[in-house]
């Protein structure tokens, strides 16, 4: 696949991918769909859940009022931010409504797998979810890197401002939570794009031996 000459076994495996902001998770997924994975990405279903007609819009508008839809008829996701910052259980109210749509969501578009085709789950809050994810799947990798990495990274990327970073990471599992949960983990920090490909490739090959 990809010209790589790396071939898979005939059992596949189910990957749960995850990483805190700015580690370069993305990086990794899209890396392991070019070797042949079948990527469910549960960040761009919950974006779609929560885009203009979105399956989650009407009780996200119902339980938190429509202040929290912009005109467009997605939710605000700046206001909803803001407003989970603010308030802890507000968070755990829109992961209620969430969380089992993009669960339904998920096993709809596992399913869309080739019989010969890995699965990873990309979750970046799957060292939040308990057993829910980890029981899901065969092995944990976890993208991993230091804070002042993830924060620098993310402001770059979306030019926030360094408190808005960290409160999103305060958010988020510990860093040796998600490294407890893992299977696998590539350190993501001071790589090229091309070193970093040669760790994605290496466990590709791993797992293809069945290891």
């Given at each position: 696949?990809?010209?790589?000459g ?20 993305s ?113 944990v ?22 408190e808005?970073v ?25 790589l ?20």
């Amino acid at each position: 696949m990809a010209g790589l000459g790396l071939t898979l076994p005939p059992q596949r495996l189910t990957i749960g991918l995850t990483g805190g902001i700015g580690s370069g998770k993305s990086t990794v997924s899209q890396m392991l769909v070019d070797l042949g994975a079948h990527l469910v990405d549960t960040d761009a279903i919950s974006r779609s859940l929560t885009a203009p007609g979105g399956a989650a819009i009407d009780a996200i508008a119902q339980h938190f009022g429509p202040h929290l839809i912009d005109a467009s008829g997605a939710m605000d996701r700046t206001r909803m931010r803001e407003l989970a910052f603010a308030d802890p259980g507000a968070m755990a109210q829109l992961e209620a409504i969430l969380h089992p749509l993009i669960g339904q969501q998920a096993d709809a578009h596992a399913g869309l797998a080739l019989p010969d085709q890995h699965i990873v789950y990309d979750v970046p809050l799957l060292a939040e979810s308990g057993r829910k994810w980890k029981d899901k799947v065969d092995r944990v990798l976890v993208v991993d890197c230091e804070p002042e990495t993830q924060i620098a990274r993310v402001m770059v990327r979306s030019g926030w401002p360094r408190e808005a970073v960290e409160k999103v990471l305060a958010k988020q599992a510990q860093r040796k939570m998600r490294l407890a949960l893992a299977d696998h983990v590539i350190l993501n920090e001071g790589l090229s794009l091309q070193e970093l490909r040669a760790e994605v490739q290496k466990l590709w090959r791993l797992w293809n031996n069945g290891a």
